[in-house]
C-alpha cells in the first residue's frame, strides 16, 4: 500500500488532502459579530461538523455526486494551482499555492476542508492507515485567515475523527496510483457563516510536516496556500 497525499487544487499524489479553502474578508463584521466560522462541537444547519466533513466526501467523490449546495450550505469547489516549488522532503517542503472565485448569494453558509486524509481502497481489500489523532495540531497544522484576521490556528480543536464510508466511495476507474475507491475520511472541516453583501477575500495554509520513521508513512512535509476572492451578492 502506498499512501497518497492529494491536494484539491494540484492532486498531487502523496495522500493528505487540502481542499480549497475560502472565506471572505470583512464577514466578521457582516456576521453580527459572531463568530466567522462554526464552533467545532457545534451543529450549524442541524448537522455535526463530522457529518457536514462525511457530506463534502460523498460530494466530492461518490460516483454519483450530489448537487454542491445542501440547503443554504455551499461546497466549496477546488482553487486554481500554480506550479509547486520544492521536493517535498522537510529541509525542502513542497510548496502548492491555489486561488479561486467564486460569486454567492447572500445568507449563504460556506463548507470547506482546512486538511484531511482521504483512506483509500486498493484491489487487494486493503486500506490506507488511519493517521494518528495525536498528528492534528503536531505533524499537520494550518491557519485561517478571514480579512487578514486569523479565524482558526488550533487545528487539534477542529479535528474530526475518522468517518468511515460502508459501502466505500467507489471510482469510477482506477487512480494513477491503484486506489479504486475512498474507505474513511478524517480532517478538519470548516463552516463559513454567511458574509455580508460585497467582495471578500479568504487565506489559509495548512502544513504537513511529518517526519521519517513515524511508522505511518514516509517523510513528508508538503505546505498548502489557498485564498479565494468571493463575491457575495444580494
Same mark, same amino acid.
Given at each position: 500500500?502506498?499512501?497518497?497525499?492529494?491536494?484539491?487544487?494540484?492532486?498531487?499524489?502523496?495522500?493528505?488532502?487540502?481542499?480549497?479553502?475560502?472565506?471572505?474578508?470583512?464577514?466578521?463584521?457582516?456576521?453580527?459579530?459572531?463568530?466567522?466560522?462554526?464552533?467545532?462541537?457545534?451543529?450549524?444547519?442541524?448537522?455535526?461538523? $463530522?457529518? *457536514?466533513?462525511?457530506? /463534502?466526501?460523498?460530494?466530492?467523490? =461518490? &460516483?454519483?455526486?450530489?448537487? +454542491?449546495?445542501? @440547503?443554504?450550505?455551499?461546497?466549496?469547489?477546488?482553487?486554481?494551482?500554480?506550479?509547486?516549488?520544492?521536493?517535498?522532503?522537510?529541509?525542502?517542503?513542497?510548496?502548492?499555492?491555489?486561488?479561486?472565485?467564486?460569486?454567492?448569494?447572500?445568507?449563504?453558509?460556506?463548507?470547506?476542508?482546512?486538511? $484531511?486524509? *482521504?483512506?483509500?481502497? /486498493?484491489?487487494?481489500?486493503?486500506? =490506507? &492507515?488511519?493517521?494518528?489523532? +495525536?498528528?492534528? @495540531?503536531?505533524?499537520?497544522?494550518?491557519?485561517?485567515?478571514?480579512?487578514?484576521?486569523?479565524?482558526?490556528?488550533?487545528?487539534?480543536?477542529?479535528?474530526?475523527?475518522?468517518?468511515?464510508?460502508?459501502?466505500?466511495?467507489?471510482?469510477?476507474?482506477?487512480?494513477?496510483?491503484?486506489?479504486?475507491?475512498?474507505?474513511?475520511?478524517?480532517?478538519?472541516?470548516?463552516?463559513?457563516?454567511?458574509?455580508?453583501?460585497?467582495?471578500?477575500?479568504?487565506?489559509?495554509?495548512?502544513?504537513?510536516?511529518?517526519?521519517?520513521?513515524?511508522?505511518?508513512?514516509?517523510?513528508?512535509?508538503?505546505?498548502?496556500?489557498?485564498?479565494?476572492?468571493?463575491?457575495?451578492?444580494?
Amino acid at each position: 500500500m502506498t499512501s497518497r497525499l492529494q491536494n484539491t487544487s494540484a492532486s498531487l499524489a502523496l495522500g493528505l488532502l487540502c481542499a480549497s479553502l475560502i472565506v471572505a474578508p470583512g464577514a466578521i463584521a457582516g456576521n453580527g459579530g459572531g463568530p466567522a466560522i462554526a464552533a467545532p462541537k457545534s451543529h450549524p444547519y442541524g448537522q455535526s461538523m $463530522a457529518e *457536514w466533513l462525511v457530506d /463534502y466526501t460523498r460530494w466530492k467523490y =461518490d &460516483p454519483a455526486p450530489a448537487d +454542491n449546495i445542501s @440547503g443554504k450550505v455551499l461546497f466549496l469547489s477546488p482553487t486554481v494551482p500554480d506550479a509547486p516549488s520544492g521536493s517535498g522532503t522537510l529541509e525542502d517542503p513542497l510548496v502548492v499555492t491555489g486561488h479561486g472565485d467564486v460569486t454567492i448569494k447572500a445568507g449563504t453558509a460556506l463548507l470547506d476542508v482546512l486538511i $484531511a486524509w *482521504w483512506g483509500e481502497l /486498493y484491489p487487494d481489500g486493503s486500506i =490506507d &492507515p488511519v493517521l494518528p489523532g +495525536n498528528w492534528w @495540531g503536531t505533524y499537520v497544522t494550518g491557519e485561517v485567515l478571514l480579512d487578514g484576521k486569523t479565524v482558526l490556528d488550533n487545528v487539534a480543536d477542529y479535528y474530526v475523527s475518522p468517518q468511515t464510508f460502508d459501502p466505500p466511495l467507489l471510482y469510477p476507474e482506477p487512480t494513477p496510483w491503484g486506489a479504486i475507491g475512498t474507505a474513511f475520511v478524517q480532517g478538519v472541516p470548516i463552516m463559513l457563516r454567511p458574509l455580508s453583501v460585497g467582495v471578500h477575500i479568504y487565506e489559509n495554509v495548512a502544513y504537513v510536516l511529518v517526519p521519517a520513521d513515524n511508522g505511518v508513512t514516509p517523510e513528508t512535509a508538503v505546505i498548502f496556500q489557498n485564498s479565494m476572492t468571493i463575491t457575495v451578492v444580494p
